[in-house]
């Protein structure tokens, strides 16, 4: 892999990290907003948020840089046992 490209997965990698940052700090501050108004907007921010790291990760799929796996049934049946027992 060459530097230019190495340059350019690290800063995807690193645009979907603060996407997914700032997602997460427009959920948590939507869920204690007394404000429908305000909690709307933060969600509509939230969305637009997630959307652009879905981007950002398809464009990483796009250029093989990540890979989108699927978990098997019996993955999904264990971890939903564990957190069912809890």
Same mark, same amino acid.
């Given at each position: 892999m #060459?530097?230019p490209? #190495? !340059?350019d !997965?690290?800063? /995807?990698?690193?645009?979907?990290? *603060?996407q997914q940052a700032?997602?997460e700090? =427009? *959920?948590?501050?939507?869920?204690g907003s007394n404000?429908?108004v305000?909690?709307? $907007? /933060?969600?509509d921010l939230l969305?637009e948020?997630?959307? %652009? +790291? !879905?981007e950002?990760l398809?464009?990483l799929?796009?250029r093989?840089w +990540? $890979?989108?796996? #699927?978990?098997s049934p019996?993955? %999904? !049946? +264990?971890? =939903?046992?564990?957190f069912?027992e809890?």
């Open positions: #060459s530097v490209q #190495s !340059r !997965r690290e800063m /995807l990698e690193d645009a979907a990290f *603060c700032a997602a700090g =427009y *959920c948590q501050c939507a869920g404000s429908p305000l909690m709307g $907007e /933060l969600l969305q948020e997630q959307q %652009i +790291r !879905r950002l398809q464009e799929e796009k093989g +990540r $890979e989108e796996s #699927s978990a019996e993955q %999904i !049946r +264990r971890v =939903y046992q564990q069912s809890n």
